[in-house]
Each structure stands twice: as C-alpha cells, then as structure tokens.
C-alpha cells in the first residue's frame, strides 16, 4: 500500500536536505535532535546515495549547477523536489521488503522518472510514530544538467532540456502514482488506488495539526491526573474530523438532500453548492471548506447516492412487516444466546491446525502443546462452522470447490498477464513513438538541404537525432506498423489498460485469499479426520 507524496522547496541550502535525511530530527518542530554535548544525533538506520553528482557532494553540485546555467538565483525560485515513497508496514513481515531493496527500487525510480537531474536517495526503515512503514526519500535539483528523452509526464519541449527546470504538474503525479501502483504490483508488495482519491482526505497541515493537538492533550490530561482532577476528552479531533462526523451523522438518517442540509443546520453547519460542487460553512469559519478538502464521501455524486440508498432501505422497511420479536424464556437462555453470539467464529478468523505430534518431535515444551491444543480446538470449531456455512456436505464437494477456486485463480492470473504484456508492448510503442517524434524538426531540415553535400554535413551535425529516428523506424517495422497511432489516442489505450491491470490484480488478490482460505479448511478437515479413528481407538482400549 505505497503513497506518494510531493513538496517542492525554495532552500537554497542544498545541505539541509542531506542534514534532514542523515540526522535525526524532532518531528513536530523539524529541528535538528542534539545531544548532551550539543552535537547532532546522526540517525540508527538508513541508506543513501547520490545520483549524477560526480565525484561531489549533493550540495555543491547543484550549486555549481545552478552558477553554470543562471538558474534558482531568485528567492522565490524553487530550489529542490521531494518525493516520498512510503511502503505499507506489513510489506516487511509479509512481503519480505528490506531497507536495501526498498533502496534499489528508489534509486530505480529517481533513474527512470528523473533522468538529468541530480539527485538524493535515501531510505529510512521506520516512519512518523514508529509506525514501521520503510520509505523512500528522492530529493533532485530543479535544474536539469543534461537533455533527456520525451517522458510521458512532460507536456513541454523544455521539460527535455538541458538547463531547464523540473516541473510537477498535475498531470505528472498522476503518472507517477500510476508507476509507483506498478512497481508494487510487480514487486509484489501491498497497494492501494492512488488514482482516485480517497474517502477521508487527510492533508500534510491536517496531519501535523493532529499530532501536535494530541500531544498537548496528553500533557495537560497527565498533569490534571497527577492533581487528581478529572480528565479531558482523550483523542484530539481536528475541526475538519468533527465536520466529517457531524455530515456523516446526518447522512445516516437523511432520505433526501433537503432533510440532509435540515439535520446539518441543526448543528450549526451550512451546505452550499456552486457549479456542482458542494462546501460546508461551520458557526466558527467565515470561509466554507470544499468536499474535496474533506474527502470523496462528502462530493456531491456520492452524498446523492447515498441518499438514493437512504430512501430505498426507508422504502423497503415501510413495505415489509416488521419481525415478531422473540424474548428468551428465562435469563439462563438469553446468556446462553448471547455467549453463543459473542463465541461464534468468524469466516476469516480461520487459521491452520498445528501437527502436536510433530512439533513435539522438534523439542517443542509443555507449554507449547498447552497452547497448541486450545489453538486447533478453537480452529477445529472455526473450520467446521465455516464448512457448514458454506454448504458442503463431504470432502468431495470442499475438494471441487478448491479445484474451482484453484482454476479461476489460474484463469485470473493468466488475464492478469496478457494485459501486463500488453501493457508492456504499448509502453514500448509510446517509449519508441516519443523518441521519433522528438527527432522530426532533424528529419525535416534534412529535407531541406539543397545539395547532396548539404544533406551529409547536416546529417553528420545532427547524427544523433538519425540514429534515434532511425531505430525507431525499424522497431515499427519489426512490429508491422505502418501506419503510426496518435500520441493521446495511445496514451488513453495506456492508461484503459492500466485500469482493466489493476481491476484484474485485485480480482486476483480476492480470488488467492478465497484458494488459500479453502485450502486451510481442506488442511484442518483432514487433520480434523485423521484423528477421529484414534479418539474412537483409545476410548474402545479403555472399555
């Protein structure tokens, strides 16, 4: 589940990016940790590496840069571009992502999407609270020291340019979220739909603004215990929290807009609507705060079918007659019930039954065995419930659900890989395309030369345009084309196939846990069956 972030700088002090990223730093006011001596704290665990910088240091290369091309003279200039790649915490136990490869795979990234620019790599093996998610920082000059290919982020002839700057756009993000969900997929590693927002939008300020209010809650809440005096409230909520829990409150119970902006004006908040956009005012603001700010629940097209939903449920409720309620008999009955309801276990709590014999054979304890038996009696009653639940009634029946399970993964996996060749044929199409394209103003002024002579030393000048074009003409003749697709037409079929990509990993991801859930239960059934005889032997040797 990697996200990706972006902040953009106007330091001209190159060093302190490297400072930050080598040393530790007080994540609330971002200076510098100091230790009793007064000297910086140089951080337990990272990695880092520099990337067209020479045999020079980070800070004094882009200096030297920016002298040699006139460029982030200006105050106002920005100097630098941070990106952050932070990985899911459970990609480490589960996926096996170490801070080396996790390393790798950002000093491949900043080479592939920042080529030309120098360049910072560094990888820390813990986040924000210790949250254990390994992350990577790349942090580049804005000035590119050398011409580069067409990239399909770059809108502009500049943004190929040596001695032009680094521009992120829109557009740009997008695509680079787009090439951070690929290389988790192709890695293997947990991911989430950057591409389309999410429901809680929770911003940089607002993240900050949370930690900090929850800390000072914390320190007035221990000095008002150590007094004896009642406590405060003990989670902190930003204003933006509160405004999602009071929409989310009347939305519950709302059937139409109407009744919806009802409920919110009794609690003092204001919806507006511009250009079908929706913004809500609080008592204590004087400027709305826009949905998109809140997150994708709060928009207009999900609050109206939300709603839709509100009236149908209200509609299907009046229609159909209400349960006759059952009362247990005595209070000994409703305990049971709900000792029943509470023990009851759940489908995905399922886990495989553990071999006591053999585990007792490698040297394994009492205690061990003490937990592994009240672990498979546990499971023992999870697995048979499930098996119940869904329907079978021999092991035949679980084995051809398996098999069926098995040959829709495998079918699954095989669409999942025709649209990754796919993808990978297009890409190469786009990559070969742009290449040509960037070399017609060469192919044309060839054209244009008079003499034979003429057209030789032009060809000599621009040697290196020809010898682009000119491998780029011949993979379009090895792949038969000939005729050459628009550029956005293409770019489109890139981006229907990377959709229908990620639709068919998630399919697959849901149809793996689906086999690795059926093969657990097929396990525990078997074991479950296997030591039924031996129970039946010991109890007739006891007779």
């Given at each position: ?7 953009s ?24 940790t ?27 290369a ?69 949250s ?12 590119r ?68 209010g929850?800390a ?13 005096e ?16 009071t ?74 007659p ?5 009362y247990?008999?005595s ?12 023990n009851?276990p ?57 098999a ?17 060749s ?29 003499t ?9 000048q621009h ?39 990620n ?24 074991q ?9 032997k010991g ?5």
């Amino acid at each position: 589940m990697a996200t990706f972030k972006h902040i953009s700088s106007k330091n001209a002090d190159y060093g302190a990016a490297e400072q930050y990223l080598t040393f530790e730093h007080d994540e609330f006011t971002m200076k510098p940790t100091l230790d009793g001596n007064g000297q910086l704290v140089i951080r337990d665990d990272y990695r880092i590496s520099s990337l067209n910088c020479g045999e020079e240091d980070f800070a004094i290369a882009c200096m030297r840069s920016n002298l040699k091309y006139g460029k982030n003279q200006k105050r106002e200039d920005v100097k630098s571009h941070h990106y952050i790649i932070s990985f899911d915490p459970r990609d480490a136990p589960d996926n096996g992502l170490t801070v080396d490869r996790a390393q790798a795979l950002g000093e491949e990234f900043c080479k592939t999407h920042f080529p030309g620019h120098q360049a910072l790599v560094c990888t820390h093996p813990d986040g924000h609270n210790h949250s254990g998610n390994i992350h990577v920082h790349i942090v580049i000059n804005s000035l590119r020291i050398a011409e580069v290919p067409l990239l399909p982020y770059m809108e502009r002839p500049a943004d190929t340019r040596e001695g032009c700057k680094h521009r992120c756009t829109d557009a740009a993000m997008e695509y680079f979220k787009a090439e951070v969900m690929e290389m988790c997929h192709r890695e293997n590693l947990y991911q989430i739909d950057l591409l389309h927002g999410s429901k809680n939008r929770i911003t940089e300020r607002e993240y900050w603004a949370k930690r900090k209010g929850q800390a000072a809650l914390d320190k007035e809440n221990a000095s008002l215990a150590a007094t004896g005096e009642p406590l405060k409230l003990t989670k902190f909520e930003t204003d933006k929290e509160k405004l999602r829990r009071t929409i989310r409150a009347a939305l519950s119970s709302a059937v139409s807009f109407e009744d919806f902006s009802g409920k919110l004006l009794q609690q003092g908040v204001t919806v507006k609507e511009s250009r079908g956009r929706l913004s809500y005012l609080t008592p204590d603001r004087t400027k709305p705060i826009t949905a998109r700010r809140l997150g994708d629940d709060f928009d207009r097209a999900n609050l109206l079918e939300t709603l839709t939903q509100n009236a149908q449920n209200a509609a299907r409720a009046a229609e159909t007659p209400a349960p006759k309620q059952e009362y247990p008999r005595s209070i000994k009955d409703r305990l049971q019930r709900n000792k029943a309801a509470i023990n009851a276990p759940k489908q995905d709590s399922v886990q495989r039954m553990v071999d006591i014999a053999a585990k007792k054979a490698e040297g394994k304890g009492k205690g061990y065995e003490k937990w592994a038996t009240l672990h498979n009696l546990k499971q023992m009653a999870a697995t048979v419930s499930v098996y119940e639940e869904s329907g079978f009634s021999s092991p035949e029946e679980l084995e051809a659900a398996l098999a069926a399970a098995n040959a829709g993964l495998h079918e699954t996996t095989g669409k999942l890989k025709a649209v990754e060749s796919t993808l990978r044929e297009k890409k190469d199409l786009q990559k070969q395309l742009l290449a040509y394209i960037k070399t017609k103003p060469a192919r044309d002024g060839l054209k244009a030369q008079k003499t034979e002579k003429a057209r030789r030393a032009y060809r000599e000048q621009h040697e290196s345009e020809f010898i682009i074009s000119e491998s780029a003409a011949r993979y379009f003749k090895a792949q038969g084309i000939s005729k050459l697709p628009a550029s956005k037409a293409l770019q489109a079929e890139i981006e229907q196939l990377m959709r229908e990509k990620n639709s068919l990993y998630n399919e697959y991801r849901e149809k793996r846990e689906k086999t690795k859930e059926l093969q657990t239960i097929k396990s525990n059934i078997n074991q479950i069956l296997r030591r039924e005889p031996e129970r039946g032997k010991g109890r007739e040797n006891e007779r």
